[in-house]
């Protein structure tokens, strides 16, 4: 049999080391030796074992335990070590018997075991897999699991500390030490090894940082300071280069972003749309976007299969953002881009409200990269990638890349090893392996470049935002009354639906010519109104107006929507002022501008954000005067949505009569004005149609109606309470 060598560091904390050694006697497995080290007479345990070959007790005074360990060791005959903390126990009789076995089955010279935790009286355990793991994984365990660093439970082979000159350190720096030049390290799911916190005492062993310490995964922050001392200084191109990589998911938000670009930046700018697959419309889109801004080059490039399957070899595991491969494009960007040796690197759900060229001509002082600050890095659960400097840990929307130094260090094949190897482990996917691989090779921005929209109130110290991020589920194309009820995140919100509607007014891209006036009444100004301005204001056919009928009885709607119309230049507000608001209705169909008029009275309002380009296409594709849908009841007494049943088709009705269609479908759908997106041409002679009876009026406008097509789809939702 293997002889394994158990030391107890007692260490001064002798009160529970009956119970500890205890559970080392009870071992099934008996080839051992039990070596104690204690700082005082304990003839308690020298008694009990004076005729135990098999327990050597040591009466020692040395103070640091790091010596006490090293004596340990120099003393101890056996082939294998593990350690035991006075304080825990082994719960599992067998327990040496498994990690050797585990030892001689894996083979493996280092094995870590699982703790059960021992808290309150109550035990907790982990569910792990017993498995081979890489020295980067280790590492990355050693961030957020105690027995990475600690030599207690762990079994040790003799060798291992054969290889190492200094045992005369830290726990964690020896265990790492020895896992780096380990064979096949094993992560063992036992639960033996019981991890003792008592009396509320926290017992978990601090990360060890600090310079010839440090958590670095990677030779960067060396290079950096060669970079320093050699005074490196790139060159930096008058035309600046920007990456955006791409899916057909987040092609919605590429125009304004482009166009956010196009606005602020006092410098040409290629834009390089990195992607592995588009649809045809979304390249057709791009190169409509390249056409209609001058100062901003839009070029879209292809990666090739095998970089795509390399990044394939990516776990994405614990990845809780459940982030798309695109996202991981920015790490090839100095292999996608040969030819380019600086750039700037922004996610899809961004907005430019600053120059770029300041951004651009930023001075990264011999660092790979520049980035700025996750003010969420506070949030301790989430953040501990970097505890605990986790006040230094970056977000990765925006970041500034030296694409000369990732190739002339060979960086990329090397961090996509890495990422490869522990992407599983992470809570934030490769925004986590940025942070560890790239630890003191960053340049700090001033965070006005990545200012979080939902993390606002961590950057009151910042005047001018040079560049809004819409980054978890703020976002701007979304209905916010589904995720934010602050109005400041309201704010940021509107101010890029100004931008959007700016961009689709200067691209005027085809589908989207055809213009929508949208006429809402408004008979409150409570939030069931604001929920239905919501639902069309964040409709993402571009080429709209939106016309509000106040039909409150006092000014109270008026105050709130006045910063909302000032604004959006696409909303006009109307004032019925005690008038008889059909009559209004009427004039506000005289005074749009749009080619189509859609119809909706609050508290009642539209479903999803796709439906007017829908119907708009439908329209355009039938050359139809006008297209209905299918609504459902909302009944806010009972929280409870009906509807009437429907197939998703478009069908021609043309041929049915007027009397059927006001019949026939439990809607009502064809009584009312709501529901339909009609041709404006419908509605010449103004004087003939009666706008308080919606009834004979739709009578009148199906009349005049030739093709009228419908779509059987729950596209909005009436409101009854």
């Given at each position: 049999?293997?002889?394994?060598?158990?030391?107890?560091?007692?260490?001064?904390?002798?009160?529970?080391?009956?119970?500890?050694?205890?559970?080392?006697?009870?071992?099934?497995?008996?080839?051992?030796?039990?070596?104690?080290?204690?700082?005082?007479?304990?003839?308690?345990?020298?008694?009990k074992f004076q005729n135990n070959s098999q327990v050597k007790i040591h009466i020692d005074e040395t103070k640091n335990i790091n010596i006490l360990r090293k004596k340990a060791i120099e003393q101890a005959k056996g082939e294998y070590f593990t350690f035991i903390d006075p304080r825990d126990f082994l719960i599992d009789e067998s327990a040496l018997e498994k990690l050797i076995n585990l030892s001689s089955e894996k083979k493996s010279n280092l094995i870590i075991s699982s703790y059960m935790l021992l808290k309150q009286g109550r035990f907790l355990y982990k569910n792990v897999d017993t498995e081979i793991i890489s020295y980067n994984r280790f590492r990355v365990f050693q961030l957020s699991e105690n027995e990475f660093r600690s030599l207690d439970g762990a079994l040790i082979k003799r060798n291992l500390f054969e290889k190492i000159n200094d045992y005369n350190s830290p726990s964690q720096l020896l265990l790492t030490s020895l896992a780096e030049g380990a064979q096949n390290i094993l992560y063992a799911g036992l639960n033996a090894y019981v991890y003792v916190e008592e009396n509320n005492e926290d017992r978990n062993e601090e990360l060890i940082w600090g310079k010839g310490n440090e958590f670095h995964f990677s030779n960067t922050y060396s290079i950096v300071e060669k970079n320093r001392i050699e005074q490196y200084k790139p060159n930096?191109?008058?035309?600046?280069?920007?990456?955006?990589?791409?899916?057909?998911?987040?092609?919605?938000?590429?125009?304004?972003?482009?166009?956010?670009?196009?606005?602020?930046?006092s410098s040409y700018v290629n834009v390089n749309i990195i992607y592995k697959k588009l649809s045809d419309e979304s390249l057709d889109k791009l190169a409509w976007i390249d056409g209609k801004m001058s100062t901003v080059n839009v070029r879209p490039v292809q990666i090739s299969e095998e970089l795509h399957k390399s990044m394939e070899k990516i776990s994405l595991g614990h990845d809780r953002g459940n982030l798309p491969i695109s996202s991981y494009y920015r790490i090839?960007?100095?292999?996608?881009?040969?030819?380019?040796?600086?750039?700037?690197?922004?996610?899809?759900?961004?907005?430019l409200t600053g120059d770029l060229t300041e951004l651009w001509r930023t001075d990264l002082e011999g660092n790979f990269l520049a980035a700025c600050l996750d003010e969420r890095a506070y949030m301790k659960k989430v953040f501990s990638v970097l505890n605990p400097r986790r006040r230094e840990y970056f977000n990765?929307?925006?970041?500034?890349?030296?694409?000369?130094?990732?190739?002339?260090?060979?960086?990329?094949?090397?961090?996509?090893?890495?990422?490869?190897?522990?992407?599983?482990?992470?809570?934030?996917?490769?925004?986590?392996?940025?942070?560890?691989?790239?630890?003191?090779?960053?340049?700090?921005?001033?965070?006005?470049?990545?200012?979080?929209?939902?993390?606002?109130?961590?950057?009151?110290?910042?005047?001018?935002?040079?560049?809004?991020?819409?980054?978890?589920?703020?976002?701007?194309?979304?209905?916010?009354?589904?995720?934010?009820?602050?109005?400041?995140?309201?704010?940021?919100?509107?101010?890029?639906?100004?931008?959007?509607?700016?961009?689709?007014?200067?691209?005027?891209?085809?589908?989207?010519?055809?213009?929508?006036?949208?006429?809402?009444?408004?008979?409150?100004?409570?939030?069931?109104?604001?929920?239905?301005?919501?639902?069309?204001?964040?409709?993402?056919?571009?080429?709209?107006?939106?016309?509000?009928?106040?039909?409150?009885e006092d000014n109270k709607l008026r105050d709130?929507?006045?910063?909302?119309?000032?604004?959006?230049?696409?909303?006009?507000?109307?004032?019925?002022?005690?008038?008889?608001?059909?009559?209004?209705?009427?004039?506000?169909?005289?005074?749009?501008?749009?080619?189509?008029?859609?119809?909706?009275?609050?508290?009642?309002?539209?479903?999803?954000?796709?439906?007017?380009?829908?119907?708009?296409?439908?329209?355009?594709?039938?050359?139809?005067?006008?297209?209905?849908?299918?609504?459902?009841?909302?009944?806010?007494?009972?929280?409870s949505l009906t509807g009437y049943g429907t197939d998703d088709k478009e069908i021609d009705v043309s041929s049915e009569s007027i009397e059927?269609?006001?019949?026939?479908?439990?809607?009502?759908?064809?009584?009312?004005?709501?529901?339909?997106l009609f041709d404006k041409k419908l509605f010449n002679n103004l004087e003939e149609l009666n706008f308080a009876d919606e009834k004979q009026l739709m009578a009148k406008i199906l009349a005049r109606a030739g093709k009228k097509m419908r779509k059987n789809s729950y596209y909005w939702v009436e409101v009854r309470n």
């Open positions: 049999m293997v002889k394994i060598s158990v030391i107890v560091l007692a260490n001064g904390d002798e009160n529970g080391l009956n119970k500890c050694v205890d559970s080392v006697l009870k071992q099934s497995y008996k080839d051992y030796e039990l070596i104690v080290m204690c700082r005082q007479q304990n003839d308690e345990l020298i008694n930096i191109p008058s035309a600046i280069e920007v990456a955006l990589c791409i899916d057909d998911n987040v092609m919605d938000y590429m125009e304004t972003l482009i166009y956010s670009i196009y606005k602020n930046t090839f960007l100095a292999d996608i881009l040969p030819d380019v040796d600086r750039i700037i690197y922004l996610d899809a759900d961004t907005l990765s929307g925006v970041l500034v890349f030296d694409l000369c130094l990732f190739r002339k260090y060979k960086i990329i094949n090397d961090f996509l090893d890495f990422l490869v190897d522990t992407a599983d482990l992470y809570e934030l996917g490769d925004q986590d392996a940025l942070n560890l691989y790239f630890l003191d090779a960053v340049k700090l921005l001033d965070s006005s470049w990545n200012y979080g929209v939902p993390s606002y109130k961590e950057y009151d110290q910042i005047n001018n935002i040079n560049l809004l991020h819409f980054y978890g589920k703020a976002k701007p194309l979304r209905s916010f009354y589904d995720y934010v009820s602050d109005d400041k995140i309201r704010e940021f919100v509107r101010l890029y639906r100004k931008y959007y509607h700016e961009a689709a007014e200067l691209t005027e891209y085809k589908n989207s010519n055809s213009k929508i006036s949208i006429i809402i009444t408004a008979h409150s100004a409570d939030a069931d109104f604001f929920k239905s301005l919501e639902r069309l204001s964040y409709q993402m056919y571009p080429n709209k107006e939106i016309i509000i009928l106040d039909a409150t709130k929507i006045k910063p909302i119309v000032n604004n959006l230049q696409y909303i006009e507000y109307y004032n019925c002022n005690g008038r008889d608001v059909a009559e209004v209705k009427k004039f506000a169909v005289s005074r749009s501008t749009g080619d189509h008029l859609y119809f909706l009275d609050s508290p009642n309002y539209i479903d999803k954000n796709f439906i007017l380009g829908e119907l708009n296409e439908i329209m355009v594709k039938n050359e139809a005067d006008m297209v209905t849908t299918t609504m459902m009841i909302y009944h806010p007494s009972e929280n059927d269609l006001q019949s026939r479908y439990l809607g009502n759908d064809y009584n009312m004005l709501t529901g339909h």
